[in-house]
């Protein structure tokens, strides 16, 4: 799994994007579409959290008539989306409570907002699943970004399906299946593939399922769901929020990131999970802040110098893999151009890095993932990565009927010990930060600019993601995310009026403030996004 079919690419932004494993059914048909989004008389669908508050605090709108609202979507549509797994039984509780502190003078940013995470994220009082059955119903106390999250207010109203295990499972697999939740569909068009790992909590901020949500990313995995369902995903600086209490693929490279329908709302969900945790150390060193939407500039790209970033994303040997995706890319330095912005055509030699980085992943998976079974899973659960071999092995009916491959292979490395690991991982973090820093030096950029991903692909129950031809593939995530710098993706453009395309602006070590700055002033010169029709196909 270290080349591919035509172009090479990082075998982990296919595994982290695309992997995971079992039957894969069709979409359950919603008849007439609920494209209504309307609460109190507001369009909840394009009211930002600040605008919500406002509206709180003005007694327009209360939590638990929002509550209610989100939870009687998830009731209506979440069969054929099939983006929650747990719904949290205390929502309304919650919201009521909200409601009660709010006249009592609380103004927290997320008051009363409810949120989905992830089903990998530790949750009190709904199981932390990873997707697998081999966890139901393990159910250890709050992640330390829950905790920050109700610190700030929220109410966690659900957790979202993933691609099992982070996409780090099978050999070939369907993005967004899991085990316990089945196949995850994007709400743009039901048959489309949501890509990613954090499949679930896209689709889920994507159908107005909650205010917002929360993903994990290795490599791809919050940049590409969010791209391909028209959202803003924020993949934070390594060490800008605490890994404890997320099921892990690798601590290197691992970190959840904020999901949501605009800059604005991102802003504020990652100012809420940022925090020094003594858990993780890789937040000790954390450039920090509480609130991010101070950075939400307008004409942030007046004057601003992009790079962008095509060969190596969707040109292969001089041959663009997908015409409308160049268009988009076109329409994109039009756009950034005419904002006041410097565009400078850049190449990222990152290639050499894809190899490394699969080989160190496999090892520190095989290290990692048995310390979080060892901290938060009791007795009767996997305490081995061979332990879930076997599970999937005696469960076909559960966990199948894709394979265990790429768990296989990470049990036969010596883990994160053995020497050669320590080498790739070296390799690959010199290669990925070069690429990204030895280019903005040279061009003297504030970020580079790459299509977030291609459209999205039906998905195949069979031949696994992009009909297991990874030639189709577009993406840009591996830079930042081995070099484990900042990567914000915005909505840019649409394939065939219905598939989502976005585009990725990144560069260094705590580079959020510039990036969301960016992102912004991106966002409200194009206003692209609009809110999915819940298509059965595309003809």
Known sequence: MTERT????????????????????????????????????????????????????????????????????????NPALNAVITVNPSA???????????????????????????????????????????????????????????AAGAIILAKANLSEWANFRSIPSSSGWSGIGGQTNMAYVLDRNPCGSSSGSAVAASADLAVAAVGTETDGSVVCPAGANALVGIKPTVGLLSREGIVPLSADQDTAGP???????????????TGVDPADPATAGQVAFSDYTQFLDASALAGARI?????????????????????????????????????VEVDLAIEDAYGPEFDALLCEFKSDLPAYFETYTGPGYPKTLQD????????????????????????????????????????????AEASINDTMAAFDLDAIVAPTNGPAWVTDPVNGD??????????????????????????AGYVDGALPIGVSFFAGAWDEPTLIGLAYAFEQATRVRFPPQFLPALE
């Open 466 to 491: 992009l009909g297991g031809d990874f030639s189709l593939f577009i993406g840009s995530s591996s830079p930042a995310a081995i070099a484990g710098y900042a990567n914000v993706t915005v909505p």
């Open 92 to 150: 309304l509780a919650e919201a009521r409570a909200a409601d009660r502190a709010r006249r009592n003078g609380d103004n927290r940013p997320l008051l009363g907002m409810p949120i989905i995470v992830k089903d990998n994220i530790n949750t009190s009082g709904m199981p932390t699943t990873a997707g697998s059955w081999s966890l139901a119903g393990s159910s250890p106390a709050d992640a330390f970004i829950i905790e920050r999250l109700k």
């Open 259 to 273: 999901m949501a329908r605009n800059v604005t709302d991102a802003a504020v969900l990652l100012g809420a999970m």
């Open 307 to 343: 790079g962008i970033w095509r060969d190596g994303t969707y040109i292969f040997d001089g041959t663009v893999v997908n015409a409308d995706v160049a268009a988009i890319m076109d329409d994109t330095v039009a756009s950034l151009t005419a904002a006041g912005a410097t565009v």
């Open 6 to 77: 035509r172009r090479s690419a990082s075998p982990v932004i296919l595994l982290m994007l695309l992997l995971v494993a079992s039957a894969v059914t069709a979409p359950v048909s919603l008849g007439r579409q609920p494209t209504k989004t309307a609460v109190a008389g507001i369009d909840i669908d394009s009211t930002t959290i600040p605008e919500l508050q406002a509206l709180m605090n003005r007694h327009r709108l209360t939590s638990v008539q929002l509550t209610q609202f989100y939870l009687h979507r998830i009731k209506k549509l």
């Open 388 to 431: 879930v071999i076997d599970f999937n092995e005696a469960n076909p009916d559960l966990e199948g009927p894709w394979n265990s491959e790429i768990f296989v292979l990470a049990e036969a490395t010596g883990g994160r010990a053995d020497p050669a690991c320590v080498d790739a991982r070296a390799t690959a973090d010199a290669i």
